[in-house]
């Protein structure tokens, strides 16, 4: 590519990277029962550890951006670079489900049109995730040596060098609500961002209503890892009574009952927060479609 157009590339890839970043700064600003906000801190985490966790994340984003308009077969390098840039700067990183759903977001970014093209391109994404990619997820989760992510029936999590990355998701499917998000093609983030734009004039009323929607369609997975199925389904069933009929009450009241038990729907939030960089995207869609000035890499099928 010639310097003006790896110019380009790097400032497009720059938008992007900052709106990725700002889903989690948008998603943490709102108060959701028994996450952590601007609102309250959670025993494992807080809101200073989601924002310093999101602007450290911002170079694999931006990095990831340009690696899928040059189609490069490797992306979950990025997922341990931007741990591994964490630990140096001494940042309680704390978005590991958010980063898995964001960095192919970020792949197909600029191989997409609008938000339709981007959802079939995360498909394609999703599905070819091989073994580099499952070897980088796998240093990855043993940089963070999470207690919760150890065997699970025949697979350990942290020794996966023989299985795509893909098949890892797929065999995640069943017990973590991200896993199962991505092999479904983003059903959740889809479902989620379609309520938001239909709500966009109060958007922080309408992420409260998509979080509530979400964790009512799916279990939790961060609960169902920490605390089992029964307690993910009962987390899960209260989200969707609260769902009928909301009230400030209530969400107080379900807040200090997920907190006083330690119950924090983390995964719930990861997918809120890949849906908000969905709408952020789509607003960017609309004002670049004519101004984006960079060739069509091979193989794409971008319309402007």
């Not at 490797?74 to 489900?97: C, F, H, M, P, T």
């Not at 169902?224 to 009962?234: F, S």
Request: a positive charge; proline letters at 2%.
């Amino acid at each position: 590519m010639t310097e003006k157009l790896e110019d380009i590339l790097n400032q497009l890839c720059s938008e992007i990277s900052s709106l990725l970043s700002f889903s989690t700064v948008l998603e943490s600003s709102v108060f959701k029962p028994g996450n952590a906000s601007r609102y309250q801190d959670l025993q494992t985490v807080s809101y200073k550890d989601l924002i310093l966790s999101s602007i450290v994340a911002k170079d694999s984003y931006k990095l990831t951006c340009i690696k899928g308009y040059k189609e490069s077969n490797v992306i979950y390098d990025e997922l341990y670079n931007a741990i591994q840039k964490s630990k140096k700067l001494n940042v309680n990183y704390s978005i590991l489900g958010t980063q898995l759903l964001l960095l192919p977001i970020a792949y197909a970014s600029l191989l997409s049109y609008d938000i339709t093209s981007l959802k079939i391109k995360l498909s394609q994404i999703v599905k070819s995730l091989g073994i580099e990619d499952a070897k980088w997820f796998t240093k990855s989760l043993e940089l963070l040596q999470l207690s919760y992510l150890g065997k699970m029936d025949k697979l350990d999590y942290r020794k996966v060098n023989s299985y795509t990355l893909y098949e890892v998701l797929k065999f995640s499917s069943n017990m973590d609500s991200v896993s199962r998000n991505m092999i479904l093609d983003y059903h959740y983030s889809l479902l989620a961002y379609n309520i938001l734009k239909k709500n966009a004039k109060d958007l922080d009323r309408a992420i409260q209503i998509a979080y509530l929607t979400i964790l009512s369609e799916v279990p939790d997975g961060l609960i169902y890892r920490k605390h089992g199925a029964r307690i993910a389904l009962e987390v899960s069933k209260l989200a969707s009574e609260i769902l009928e009929n909301i009230s400030e009450k209530k969400l107080n009241d379900f807040n200090s009952y997920l907190v006083s038990h330690k119950f924090n729907p983390g995964s719930t939030a990861d997918i809120i927060a890949s849906a908000i960089s969905l709408y952020l995207l789509d607003e960017w869609y609309d004002k670049n479609r004519n101004n984006i000035k960079l060739p069509l890499p091979r193989g794409c099928d971008r319309i402007y």
